[in-house]
């Protein structure tokens, strides 16, 4: 039975954190092409997200600008889908699964969240439902919701990418000690 102190590579981890990769999951990462679209899709997201914000806030403060607010609420809602879409198939290669790996999980859960509130907006402007400040103002709750998300992937890229760091780290070590050894033995 290993240790809680070590992962199934059998490098050290913070105790009782689980790593997010396996090597054959890392290597499946780093060779689809589906890492580099959610490279590219997140920080356009997150222009459209910022841009749109602006408008929302602008008519919820002022009452003017109604248009353009409510077409880029539908402009990130679309962007919103894009980004699950390509980003369930990016888990489906990585993980084998479209969505809820454990490695995902509460990220995945709380994206269905802002996914509904995003597709609620909608459901409200094509049908006419409330007033137009009442969608805004869900707009933006999805808003909120999807800062949250966003902010829960960047804490898990930042956690990859330290993993990976370690994992390097101690390979190199690994290496180094057995050419130590080697060296020591000739």
């Known amino acids: 039975m290993r240790s809680n102190d070590q992962n199934f590579s059998g490098t050290a981890t913070k105790r009782g954190t689980a790593p997010l990769y396996t090597p054959e999951q890392r290597a499946r990462r780093d060779s689809t092409p589906w890492t580099l679209v959610q490279g590219i899709l997140a920080p356009i997201q997150f222009v459209i997200f910022l841009v749109s914000l602006v ?3 602008r008519y919820l403060d002022s009452g003017e600008g109604a248009f353009a607010a409510n077409v ?3 402009v990130k809602t679309c962007a919103l889908y894009l980004i699950m879409v390509t980003g ?3 888990e489906k290669v990585v993980f084998g699964k479209y969505l809820f790996v454990p490695a995902f999980f509460w990220e995945d859960v709380f994206s269905m969240l802002v996914l509904a509130l995003h597709t609620a907006y909608l ?5 006419d439902l409330g007033t137009e400040r009442e969608r805004l103002l869900l707009a933006l709750a999805a808003y909120v919701t999807y800062a949250i998300n966003a ?4 804490l898990k890229l930042r956690a990859a990418r ?3 760091n370690a994992g390097a780290r101690s390979e190199g070590a690994a290496q180094a000690a057995s050419g130590t050894a080697m060296a020591a033995s000739a």
């Open 55 to 57: 408008l929302v806030l």
């Open 72 to 74: 880029s609420v539908v």
């Open 88 to 90: 369930a198939i990016w």
């Open 123 to 127: 459901v409200m402007l094509f049908g």
């Open 151 to 154: 902010g829960q992937f960047i």
């Open 162 to 164: 330290l993993q990976g």
